[in-house]
């Protein structure tokens, strides 16, 4: 049986219409698994990524920092696949908001919404989905996507210090839920080809590739790959663990 074999395996992603979600999407579903995953924006791209991946894949709306909607969304998951048996939480919001801004509402603001998504949205799925995962027996992989940035802090110092949390909330369910056999990894990439770093890749590709020793930048399907590798039996003891995809330009 191939290392990646997910079939029979059910997994909900968050934020997936387009960039490492999307790509997630399509490596999870090649090994087998059925994904149902939500978008916020884009729903076109995501309304078309799901007749692509046909039969064993769904999608919904969902805005992660409204908490009161989260329940219904994991009952959606089940009612369509009778099962959930992995989260990922890739959904995400990092606008610029740098120590030197000069508006204190904007500045308050952005750490809000920030957290709300990285770190709050993260943790109550995770519990929902923890509590399905009890339910059904057999246990289950929580898989959060964070970033490197949270290794090594940022100039956006919400962004940086919500994906630290996120690590953390990582080592927490792994240290805490294991014993039920509900296991925990996280993902840390750096610079991705995707839409929403285009703009900063745009104005600054030279001097962040320079800083890379691979010298360009990641591509989503590489992180997918990892990802789906940690959904799959033969990662669970990786459980807590925080892999790195940057190449080389932060190594712990």
């Not at 080592?171 to 996280?186: L, W």
Request: glycine share 10%.
């Amino acid at each position: 049986m191939p290392d990646t074999d997910l079939a029979g395996r059910v997994v909900l992603i968050t934020g997936a219409a387009r960039g490492i979600g999307a790509a997630t999407a399509r490596s999870l579903h090649r090994a087998g698994a059925s994904v149902y995953f939500t978008y916020l924006s884009h729903a076109e791209s995501a309304t078309k990524l799901a007749r692509e991946l046909g039969e064993r894949a769904a999608c919904q709306y969902c805005d992660v920092t409204k908490p009161e909607t989260l329940p219904s969304l994991v009952e959606a998951c089940v009612a369509r696949f009778g099962r959930l048996d992995v989260l990922v939480n890739n959904a995400a919001a990092g606008a610029a908001n740098p120590f030197s801004s000069d508006d204190y509402s904007i500045w308050r603001e952005g750490w809000r919404r920030t957290f709300d998504v990285n770190v709050f949205g993260a943790a109550d799925l995770a519990w929902l989905a923890m509590h399905q995962m009890r339910r059904q027996g057999g246990g289950g992989t929580i898989i959060n996507v964070a970033s490197r940035a949270g290794q090594r802090g940022d100039s956006t110092g919400a962004y940086g210090a919500s994906k630290a949390a996120l690590i953390n909330l990582t080592k927490s369910i792994a240290r805490s839920c294991a014993q039920e056999g509900i296991v925990a990894m996280a993902v840390a990439p750096g610079y991705v080809e995707t839409e929403n770093v285009a703009p900063a890749l745009a104005q600054s590709r030279a001097q962040i590739e320079a800083e890379i020793p691979m010298r360009r930048i990641g591509d989503p399907d590489e992180v997918a790959a990892v990802i789906t590798f940690l959904a799959s039996k033969n990662a669970r003891y990786a459980n807590g663990a925080t892999v790195d995809l940057n190449g080389g330009s932060y190594v712990r």
